[in-house]
């Protein structure tokens, strides 16, 4: 299986700068894109930024310019750089990991669908 342990979350002035990050441990061999969600009450779900396996990003426009995602494939690691933090980006993050197609979890009859992690609290104040 593989796991996804995020850090990095905390609270911060508008304006200011945090940096998450999220380890990928276990079947990693399975991933392909790697991401963030973030998660509010009003308004659920919302996807914050993807990298691929060729470290090609995708970004939500509501952080373009201001966030900033890279991989580190030998680390299995994901960095999300927040700048120009916003009270909007208040959330609890999410990272997520997509899977390669019928990639078999190690000792299980089964394959890899997919991993996120526990979640950070990011609030930023106005």
């Known amino acids: 299986q593989v796991q996804l342990m995020e850090s990095g979350g905390g609270l911060a002035q508008a304006g200011a700068s945090l940096r998450l990050s999220c380890q990928a441990s276990?079947?990693?061999?399975?991933?392909?894109?790697m991401g963030w969600d973030r998660q509010t009450p009003e308004n659920g779900s919302d996807m914050v930024a993807t990298?691929?396996?060729?470290?090609?990003?995708n970004y939500d426009d509501s952080v373009m310019g201001r966030i900033t995602i890279s991989r580190d494939n030998a680390k299995n690691t994901v960095i999300l750089q927040m700048n120009n933090l916003k009270p909007e980006d208040t959330a609890v993050y999410y990272c997520?990991?997509?899977?390669?197609?019928?990639?078999?979890?190690?000792?299980?009859?089964?394959?890899?669908?997919?991993?996120w992690g526990q979640g950070t609290q990011v609030v930023v104040s106005s």
């Open positions: 990298v691929n396996n060729f470290g090609t990003a």
């Open positions: 276990g079947d990693t061999r399975c991933i392909s894109a």
């Open positions: 997520n990991a997509d899977p390669i197609p019928y990639c078999p979890i190690s000792g299980r009859d089964t394959f890899f669908n997919g991993a």
